[in-house]
């Protein structure tokens, strides 16, 4: 056969991609026996995956030339893991960027030129042998699943050719290479190419073969592409199950074509030809209810089995029906995440285990569908979907957000693609090598364009690619949005970061298409408030279906600082510039995998069967679409203050898409007191992502019994000491001393034990979150930050009132600040303290972070037992998945490691809180009217605010502990400007109240 010419040329060329590259074809499993079929153990295919020999080049020009020939001695070079990337194998390095190019600044590059001073190359070699039973009468093909950015491949010194596009499979004919004994494949890798131009994804940048590699023996008869598809019919009782195939030595040769334990059809083999199944009664597709059926096709000749191939399909019709995206006839809502291939220790090469872990966590979390952003994933990403059941938007490798988008600023002065027909091709390409590999995975309902590449007719011709090729699914392309010259690229309006009142406008205005945030809650750091916002909008507008997280992971690296420590790193972090730091991490679920306290909002706000309990019982709204609630159990429990004074379970089945209200055996003659009534959906039997009884949706309704309260304790039996400097009561067990020249509590002891280390301070402030600093509210607030920090005392006065001592300070804000805060403490005739803080209001300020009194404890008292919402860290804008209950953790704990330490630990609606030490010795903080909202971590917010990374946190000396009346919101829309919704900040024109009492136990 012809072989191509070697030539770095193919770099800088965007119309050279794939030079000698066998054209894109199903990802089929191929057998040589049913027995094997049966097994899933193949011989047909040997995996070259292991340990290679590798040789690294900072630039082209020192790269061991002519390594790949015939005698070329690697035996010096070093090891390398193959699938990895280079850069996590001890050279080169790491580097993050968004939307800028990496190259930015170091070179003035324009499409097609490519870095001259700096493009790492990666020199691949490895010995292997072919299995001595392969026939030598079929081909032999050697497939790289990922390789990035540029590949160049050789089999014993010919060259087989050059590939572009990362993330799907590059496949080279070897048959005439092969010889008996020992056989070397070598490859060049290049960091940066024309396709780095349209690799400008928001990820960290990398280079190597980072994925399997393979060779495959294809049979004389052989199965070269399968593409199954099954046509519904209108009631959707019956189906016909279309299995088109591309067949390599077709005369002769007989195809039987299966579904396991089920129809079959056969026929004479023809180089293309379908075959069609009837099916009667099929089991449909869906998330919900994931029935998957296998099809077999087996290739006889003579009577002899030659290939048998098999794949997965599904029985289902995803289509857009009136104005509406429908999967069975059924409107469908997406509950999605958007999911990088990350692992924090590898990268992108993922494991099948951590791709496992993924899906059972989304499952286990309602999430119900995948944006693959924005690239092919792993092809056995897509067998878990399959199996599983989450739907997947499939999203061409395509990204170009620098060369359109500037400092967030659009200036498409120059833009790829675009409308330029030198990249057409190649935006095609990628475009048809995701189509044909993933065609036959059910749970990809929608091809997706790529990603911020603005508009053009090179995208819509991908799209009009995808429809033309594949009928029964839609097409997604979001940058029409800023693009709208091709409107029509994209069946559905899909945009990110929408404001919920902007869905809102597009939605009452009688659209065309319906609407997706294809990302949306930008999940940077402490934020997913107001996700509920969104989430409405699914029962109020049918168009509105449905969104999808920005994003699912984290992506930090762990690496080993100066110190000989791992930590988990960002942007920078390597010594990458330019770099967006942190902006790498937006998950919600930690860079180890780890869940964020973000996930216990995604799971309650995507549940799709909501419980509504009210006084007498539930009220069941099921809505899944195919599925009824027999797979669960409710089980109830009734808790007085945090406490369970009652539970049981009930049989319950309420059909798809209807409601069903179920009175309780609940007790009566209540006790006085404040009652949760908490119902929960869980599990009858295990499924294969969670086990038997794990708590799927959930529910809650609180209330009070009234009753006559309990007599406050009469008389006081403490002695007041009413000095020059400090005012003090003296009772029973406890002391307590407020300061006139302090400001406030020194001293609260019981038994002798001090629990206060510094008096405590009036606190309008917050360690700063990622959202935060996007929409400049440290700049914006900073009157807050110096109102905190810069206050004095302006006066203090004690007085003594039936037997009970008060002390009432009065705070002078810094100027130009014209107000006073005035915080009472008055002693209680038990030795509790009762604080009251109150703020007059003032005009011309910006939003008030908080509203509270800062204490810091001794570090000992750091075990927390509360009563209010959790039990991970909430805030009043995220806060519908905490329910009420008493927990426990520690201050430490109580810091959510978020890669940038930030805000964090807060609960809300608390009635007490207790910070003890291991004795159970310590303070207790109780509310008296209104619920607070109280943090107790072991740093200050300016501690917080100081570092850059976990691990620059100075030495715990203290238990920092902030009662808020107040405190705002964390927001979330996006982390570059939305601010928190007027809803949940607070007012700094309104007097402001609220009142404690402070305890030690």
């Not at 009631?235 to 039987?256: E, H, N, P």
């Not at 307590?736 to 002798?752: N, R």
């Not at 810094?814 to 005009?843: E, I, K, N, S």
Request: glycine content about 8%.
């Amino acid at each position: 056969m012809d072989r191509p010419v070697y030539t770095l040329s193919y770099l800088a060329d965007p119309e050279a991609f794939a030079v000698g590259r066998l054209a894109a074809c199903s990802d089929h499993a191929v057998f040589a026996s049913e027995e094997e079929a049966r097994s899933g153990q193949s011989s047909l295919q040997k995996c070259l995956s292991g340990t290679w020999k590798f040789c690294y080049a900072e630039r082209p020009e020192l790269r061991p030339l002519g390594f790949y020939e015939a005698g070329y001695d690697v035996s010096g070079w070093n090891d390398i893991a193959v699938p990895a990337h280079i850069q996590l194998q001890g050279y080169d390095r790491p580097h993050y960027v968004n939307t800028q190019y990496p190259w930015d600044g170091h070179e003035f590059l324009r499409p097609p030129e490519i870095n001259r001073e700096y493009n790492p190359v990666g020199c691949y070699a490895l010995d292997f042998t072919v299995p001595e039973d392969w026939p030598r009468d079929g081909r032999v093909v050697l497939r790289f699943d990922g390789a990035e950015s540029a590949l160049y491949a050789w089999m014993n010194g010919t060259f087989l050719g050059y590939s572009e596009d990362s993330f799907t499979p590059a496949t080279f004919d070897v048959t005439d290479c092969l010889r008996a004994g020992v056989n070397r494949v070598c490859v060049e890798v290049y960091k940066r190419c024309t396709g780095s131009y349209l690799e400008d994804q928001d990820f960290w940048r990398f280079s190597g073969l980072f994925r399997d590699v393979w060779l495959r023996l294809e049979p004389a008869s052989h199965v070269r592409d399968l593409f199954v598809t099954s046509e519904l019919s209108a009631d959707y009782r019956a189906a016909s199950l279309r299995v088109r195939m591309k067949i390599d030595g077709a005369a002769g040769t007989r195809a039987r074509v299966e579904l396991l334990d089920g129809p079959a059809a056969e026929a004479d083999c023809a180089e293309e030809m379908e075959l069609a199944i009837p099916v009667e009664s099929p089991k449909l597709w869906s998330a919900e209810e994931p029935n998957t059926y296998r099809v077999r096709v087996t290739l006889t000749r003579g009577g002899e089995v030659t290939e048998v191939c098999e794949t997965n399909t599904g029985f289902r019709r995803f289509e857009m029906r009136d104005g509406l995206m429908c999967l069975n006839g059924k409107r469908i809502v997406f509950k999605g995440v958007d999911r990088h291939e990350f692992s924090c220790r590898t990268g992108r090469a993922v494991s099948m285990e951590d791709m496992l872990w993924d899906v059972r966590c989304m499952k286990r979390h309602n999430i119900n569908a995948v944006r693959t952003s924005h690239y092919p994933n792993d092809s056995r990403f897509y067998d878990l979907c399959d199996r599983y059941g989450l739907y997947v938007i499939d999203e061409t490798n395509l990204e170009s957000h620098g060369s359109w988008q500037k400092m967030g600023r659009i200036e498409p002065s120059w833009v790829v693609p675009g409308d330029r027909p030198d990249w057409q091709a190649a935006v095609l390409d990628r475009a048809k090598s995701m189509l044909e590999r993933d065609k036959n995975h059910p749970s990809v309902l929608i091809w997706s364009c790529g990603n911020e590449s603005f508009g053009g007719r090179d995208i819509y011709n991908m799209s009009e690619y995808f429809r033309a090729a594949d009928p029964t699914r839609l097409v997604h392309y979001e940058g029409v949005f800023n693009d709208r010259s091709y409107d029509e690229t994209s069946d559905m309006e899909s945009r990110m970061y929408a404001k919920p009142a902007d869905i809102e406008a597009y939605l009452s205005s009688h659209p065309k298409k319906p609407f997706i945030n294809c990302e949306y809650t930008h999940a940077m750091g402490n934020s997913c408030g107001g996700m509920h916002l969104y989430t409405a909008l699914e029962d109020k507008y049918p168009q509105y279906q449905g969104g999808f997280i920005w994003d699912f992971i984290d992506q930090g690296i762990e690496a080993t600082d100066g110190n000989g420590a791992r930590r988990l790193c960002y942007g920078g972090d390597f010594g990458d510039r330019p770099t967006d730091y942190h902006f790498c991490t937006n998950g919600i679920v930690f860079a180890d995998r780890t869940l964020s306290p973000k996930m216990q909002e995604v799971k309650f706000l995507y549940q799709n069967v909501k419980l509504l309990p009210d006084r007498r019982g539930v009220r069941v709204v099921n809505q899944n679409l195919f599925v009824s609630t027999a797979a669960y159990e409710l089980r109830w429990s009734l808790l007085r203050e945090g406490v369970c004074a009652a539970q049981g379970t009930l049989d319950m089945d309420v059909p798809a898409g209807e409601a069903a209200y179920f009175v309780l055996p609940l007790p009566d003659g209540l006790a006085p007191g404040e009652y949760a009534l908490r119902c929960g959906l869980c599990l009858r039997e295990a499924t294969p992502w969670a086990e038997a009884g794990f708590e799927q949706m959930t529910g809650e309704h609180v209330f009070v019994v009234e009753g006559v309260k309990a007599p406050e304790r009469s008389g006081v039996d403490y002695r007041i000491a009413l000095g020059d400097v400090n005012a003090g009561a003296h009772g029973a067990g406890f002391d307590v001393l407020l300061s006139y020249q302090d400001g406030g509590l020194i001293s609260l002891k019981k038994d002798g034990l001090e629990r206060i280390a510094r008096a405590p301070r009036p606190n309008f402030d917050r360690a700063p979150t990622d959202n935060d600093r996007g929409n400049g509210m440290p700049f914006r607030c900073a009157a807050w930050t110096m109102a905190s920090h810069g206050m004095r005392l302006a006066d203090a006065a004690a007085s003594e009132e039936d037997g009970l001592l008060s002390v009432r300070y009065v705070y002078r804000m810094p100027a130009p600040l014209d107000f006073d805060v005035t915080v009472a403490y008055a002693v209680l005739a038990d030795g509790g303290v009762r604080v009251q803080l109150d703020y007059p209001g003032a005009r011309g300020l910006p939003e008030m972070p908080q509203f509270g009194l800062q204490m810091r404890l001794p570090a000992r008292f750091s075990r927390l037992r509360y009563y209010g919402r959790g039990p991970e860290e909430c805030y009043i804008d995220r806060e519908s998945g905490a329910h009420l209950g008493v927990y426990e953790t520690t201050a430490r704990a109580n810091c959510t490691p978020y890669i940038r330490p930030q805000e964090c630990g807060n609960r809300t609606d608390v009635r007490w809180l207790e910070a003890t030490d291991e004795a159970g010795r310590g303070v207790r903080v109780e509310r008296v009217d209104a619920p607070l909202q109280v943090s107790a971590i072991p740093y200050t917010a300016q501690e917080l605010d100081s570092a850059f990374h976990p691990d620059e946190l100075p030495p715990v000396h203290y238990t920092v502990l902030d009662v808020a009346g107040f405190r705002m919101g964390v927001g979330g829309d996006d982390s570059w400007g939305a601010p928190v919704h007027d809803a949940y900040l607070i007012p700094s024109d309104k007097p402001l109240s609220f009142s404690f009492i402070l305890r030690a136990i």
